[in-house]
């Protein structure tokens, strides 16, 4: 199970990015999706989150300006930012909460898993 994110950059305060972030592998299903940031010299945060049936949760900070959208088929979760603000910047992380997946053994039986997974993380600077 891998996930692969992308859409990182370089920004003006006000301006928009968009976070796309694909999972791949023999996966059966995922329960909630999300993204997460660390800025320099702090904590991972959460930024938002949807489950496997699409309800949102966002943080304070992010709230109104953020948007975060799956696609259950497709196994992608993405996150459109607007209105950014220098303290947006980080760099953000997608995660995937228990993914369920499938194997084959060597006798060619099939062996579910599950795992959570995380993208490789994109930098996301916004300008003064």
């Known amino acids: 199970v891998q996930l692969q994110a992308s859409g990182g950059g370089l920004v003006q305060a006000g301006g928009s990015l968009r976070l796309p972030c694909v999972a791949s592998?023999?996966?059966?299903?995922?329960?909630?999706m999300g993204w997460y940031r660390q800025a320099l010299g702090k904590q991972r945060e959460l930024v938002a989150l949807?489950?496997?049936?699409?309800?949102?949760t966002y943080a304070d900070s992010v709230s109104g300006r953020f948007t975060i959208s799956r696609d259950n088929a497709k196994k992608t979760v993405d996150l459109q930012m607007n209105s950014l603000k220098p303290e947006d910047t980080g760099v953000y992380y997608c995660?995937?909460?228990?993914?369920?997946?499938?194997?084959?053994?060597?006798?060619?039986?099939?062996?579910?898993?599950?795992?959570?997974?995380w993208g490789q993380g994109t930098q996301v600077t916004v300008s003064s």
């Open positions: 949807v489950t496997s049936g699409g309800s949102p």
């Open positions: 592998g023999r996966i059966l299903s995922i329960d909630n």
């Open positions: 995660h995937a909460d228990r993914v369920t997946y499938y194997t084959m053994t060597p006798t060619s039986e099939y062996v579910m898993g599950a795992t959570d997974a």
